[in-house]
């Protein structure tokens, strides 16, 4: 019920929001939500079960295509993004079978093979996916909203609904299950969990999320191509939810906003320089991974437990502190 209360919170503060914020500001909701749904599965599969994965960019790239196909057969965005979500559950069993068997750095090695495969059959098969170009999302926005206010509107509330079913997920007996498997595995073999199927699950639930991030980021970009899931964006998707803090959903929360705040933090730095055109786009192109490379030693030097870590010390500290 706690849950559900505060899910109806954000959902009511996400209408207000976006009736107050202009469309560029609306068009930044919308991104952070669909990185959260992203983030947030993550955070499931690797704070929750202990699996690492450095391909759910990839899985985005599949939810992402899922949609751009689906719009051009009907002009049906909640039954694309439906399918987007059936599509990427798929390809996380499939991929889920394989990781289960896996780990360590053979996991990563695995999930990092997907990453750069997705995009590479998208170049490979030109007639399919039309390569580099990528294709067009048909849309038919509403009306009486502006189409920024729609959008943050579709993703916001996806994002939410992917909240309020992790977050209940979490304090399931799957979710038990899942902590247990990533504490130790032969104690929860012992205990009667079946391992390698909560592993599996784990990553079909993570797969979902994933794909519906990817099949926001084509609605709301209104196209679809391989260079926007490039194998970066696995990386970032992963530092994001460390930073974050690995262990919690507002963490993935964190880690969302981080992502659509350093390309700002990117572009402001770059603005004030005076650099050739060939250095300012290198600078464009590295720059942002080693802010993140960065950003994650001083947290995890500084607070281990990511910023959501850091914040709750915080909160307890002042909470004890008149008592004290």
Same mark, same amino acid.
């Given at each position: 019920?706690?849950?559900?209360?505060?899910?109806?919170?954000?959902?009511?503060?996400?209408?207000?929001?976006?009736?107050?914020?202009?469309?560029?500001?609306?068009?930044?909701?919308?991104?952070?939500?669909?990185?959260?749904?992203?983030?947030?599965?993550?955070?499931?599969?690797?704070?929750?079960?202990?699996?690492?994965?450095?391909?759910?960019?990839?899985?985005?790239?599949?939810?992402?295509?899922?949609?751009?196909?689906?719009?051009?057969?009907?002009?049906?965005?909640?039954?694309?993004?439906?399918?987007?979500?059936?599509?990427?559950?798929?390809?996380?069993?499939?991929?889920?079978?394989?990781?289960?068997?896996?780990?360590?750095?053979?996991?990563?090695?695995?999930?990092?093979?997907?990453?750069?495969?997705?995009?590479?059959?998208?170049?490979?098969?030109?007639?399919?996916?039309? !390569?580099?170009?990528?294709?067009?999302?048909?849309?038919?926005?509403?009306?009486?909203?502006?189409?920024?206010?729609?959008?943050?509107?579709?993703?916001?509330?996806?994002?939410?609904?992917?909240?309020?079913?992790?977050?209940?997920?979490? @304090?399931?007996?799957?979710?038990?299950?899942?902590?247990?498997?990533?504490?130790?595995?032969?104690?929860?073999?012992?205990?009667?969990?079946?391992?390698?199927?909560?592993?599996?699950?784990?990553?079909?639930?993570?797969?979902?999320?994933?794909?519906?991030?990817?099949?926001?980021?084509?609605?709301?970009?209104? !196209?679809?191509?391989?260079?926007?899931?490039?194998?970066?964006? !696995?990386?970032?998707?992963?530092?994001?939810?460390?930073?974050?803090?690995?262990?919690?959903?507002?963490?993935?929360?964190?880690?969302?906003?981080?992502?659509?705040?350093?390309?700002?933090?990117?572009?402001?730095?770059?603005?004030?320089?005076?650099?050739?055109?060939?250095?300012?786009? @290198?600078?464009?192109?590295?720059?942002?991974?080693?802010?993140?490379?960065?950003?994650?030693?001083?947290?995890?030097?500084?607070?281990?437990?990511?910023?959501?870590?850091?914040? !709750?010390?915080?909160?307890?500290?002042?909470?004890?502190?008149?008592?004290?």
């Amino acid at each position: 019920m706690r849950t559900l209360l505060w899910s109806v919170a954000a959902a009511a503060g996400l209408v207000a929001a976006t009736a107050m914020l202009d469309p560029f500001r609306n068009y930044q909701l919308a991104t952070i939500a669909a990185y959260l749904c992203a983030t947030a599965g993550l955070t499931v599969l690797t704070g929750l079960n202990g699996q690492l994965s450095l391909g759910h960019g990839a899985l985005m790239a599949i939810g992402a295509y899922t949609v751009a196909f689906a719009q051009k057969s009907w002009d049906s965005l909640y039954l694309s993004l439906a399918l987007a979500v059936v599509v990427t559950t798929v390809a996380g069993a499939v991929v889920g079978l394989a990781a289960a068997r896996l780990r360590g750095p053979y996991l990563a090695g695995a999930t990092l093979a997907l990453a750069i495969a997705v995009p590479s059959i998208t170049i490979t098969f030109q007639s399919v996916f039309n !390569s580099e170009q990528g294709l067009p999302v048909f849309l038919t926005p509403p009306r009486t909203l502006d189409i920024e206010r729609w959008q943050a509107l579709v993703a916001g509330g996806a994002a939410v609904l992917v909240m309020w079913l992790l977050a209940n997920l979490s @304090r399931s007996h799957l979710g038990r299950r899942m902590r247990a498997v990533r504490d130790n595995e032969v104690a929860a073999s012992l205990t009667g969990v079946a391992v390698s199927r909560t592993q599996v699950l784990a990553f079909v639930i993570s797969s979902a999320c994933a794909g519906l991030g990817g099949a926001l980021m084509a609605f709301l970009a209104q !196209s679809v191509s391989p260079g926007a899931f490039p194998l970066t964006l !696995s990386l970032f998707l992963l530092m994001a939810v460390v930073i974050g803090g690995l262990g919690s959903l507002a963490g993935a929360l964190w880690g969302a906003v981080l992502l659509v705040a350093l390309p700002d933090v990117i572009h402001s730095l770059t603005e004030g320089m005076v650099l050739k055109p060939a250095m300012a786009s @290198r600078l464009e192109g590295n720059l942002p991974l080693a802010i993140f490379g960065v950003t994650l030693i001083i947290v995890m030097l500084a607070a281990p437990g990511g910023l959501q870590g850091l914040f !709750s010390r915080l909160l307890k500290r002042g909470h004890h502190a008149p008592n004290s």
